[in-house]
């Protein structure tokens, strides 16, 4: 069996590696386009609530949450249930969009341009 991090380096590295790329530079998107991302904001609500923030955590993106859920239940599924894996995957993209589409109808002003 392998060891914990093990599992979980496929589902941490590449969130790890957005959320640090986009603490440093910002997003891509954001800079490119004028619009954010579907992603804009987690970053920062995430770092609110590690400060215990959870209002303001939500209020800038509000899947924040699925951030860190997503790593251990992916173990799980690849683990227990590996045929879910790609369901799980599209399902996860498909929220993400229609929560992207839903806060840019209400100009939510972490998803558009400043």
Known sequence: MKRLWQRLWPW???LGAAVGLSLLWGCPI?????IGC?????SRALLRAL???????FAL???WPLVLLTPPLGVW???????????????LLAVL?????LRLSLRDPSATPP
Do not use: M, N
């Open 12 to 14: 941490l590295f590449p």
């Open 30 to 34: 954001r800079q490119l386009l004028g």
């Open 38 to 42: 579907p992603l804009c904001g987690i």
């Open 51 to 57: 400060r215990l923030d959870l209002a303001g955590a």
């Open 61 to 63: 993106h509000p899947l």
């Open 77 to 91: 599924l690849t683990e227990k249930k590996p045929k879910a894996v790609r369901p799980f995957c599209w399902a």
């Open 97 to 101: 969009l229609l929560s992207y589409a």
